[in-house]
Structures are given as C-alpha cells and as structure tokens.
C-alpha cells in the first residue's frame, strides 16, 4: 500500500495556490461557452432581422444572406470553441441545457406562431422578427448565468 507523501505548510499553502489558479483558469473558459451561445443568439436575431424586413417575406435574397450568417456564426463558434483549453462540469451542463432549451422553446414560439395565425400569409413580416425576440430568451439566459459564474 502506498503512503501519501507529508507535506510542509509551505508546500500545502503552495498546492492550494495552484489549485485555485488551475480552478480560475477553468471558470475564465466557461466565459467561452457564454460567448458561443451570444453568438447563436445573434445569427437567429441576423436571420430574423433579414427574413422579417426583406422585401416578399424574404422570398428574394433573404436565402443568400440567411446561408452566408449562418456560415458566418459558425465560423465564429469554431473559432471560439478552439480557444477553450478546458471547462467545468457545471458550464458544460449550463451550455448543453441553454441549447436544448432553445431548441424546445422555439418549436413551442413557432407552433404557438402558426396556430394562432401570427405567421400568416396576411399577416406583416416583422412578425417572424418579434418571435425570434421571444425564442433567444433560454439562449440569453444560459449566456448570463454562465458568464456570472467567472
């Protein structure tokens, strides 16, 4: 059986110190994840900002530019994501949470949309924009509360 090594005070203090310096580092990362999800965040308000005030319902080159921001959030993300060296468990699950919860908030605005007749035909375009407003809210949310965690 193997002994654990004694350590001075010295030495504990100095392993305590970089313990929280590793720990810092670790939670300064997760600031990466909140980044990633603003970014998500932006390329839906980009996407609902030219399909709500393209001319013909973004029918013309709304597709061009809705294909050349998402190319563009992507990139972002990518770019974001080789920066983080390492993340907590806890900012992880925030992040993966925040996503999932985008993804099921927005089917309900967009059911809740075409069902009561908000997106329809007669209907103004920047009604997709307000929507969008209101399905960004668990991607805000999970940005904010990761980025007050560091």
């Known amino acids: 059986m193997a002994e654990s090594p004694q350590l001075s005070a010295e030495q504990a203090r100095a392993a305590l110190r970089e313990a929280g310096t590793r720990a810092a580092q670790v939670y300064r990362s997760d600031r990466q994840l909140s980044w990633m999800l603003l970014v998500v965040a932006a390329a839906y308000l980009a996407v609902g900002a030219v399909m709500s005030f393209s001319p013909h319902h973004g029918r013309t080159y709304a597709g061009l530019a809705v294909l050349l921001m998402l190319a563009a959030a992507i990139g972002a993300g ?11 468990r806890a900012g992880n699950i925030w992040y993966f949470s925040s996503i999932i919860a985008f993804n099921l908030w927005n089917a309900g605005v967009t059911g809740a949309s075409i069902a009561t007749g908000f997106w329809a035909s007669g209907q103004p375009s920047y009604h997709f924009g307000l929507s969008v407003i209101v399905a960004i809210i668990p ?11 560091t």
Not at 78 to 88: D, T
Not at 139 to 149: E, F, H, Q, T
Request: net charge positive; aromatic share 4%; charged share 20%.
């Open 78 to 88: 990518v770019v974001i994501g080789l920066r983080i060296r390492a993340y907590s």
């Open 139 to 149: 991607l805000l949310i999970g940005a904010l509360v990761i980025g007050r965690r």
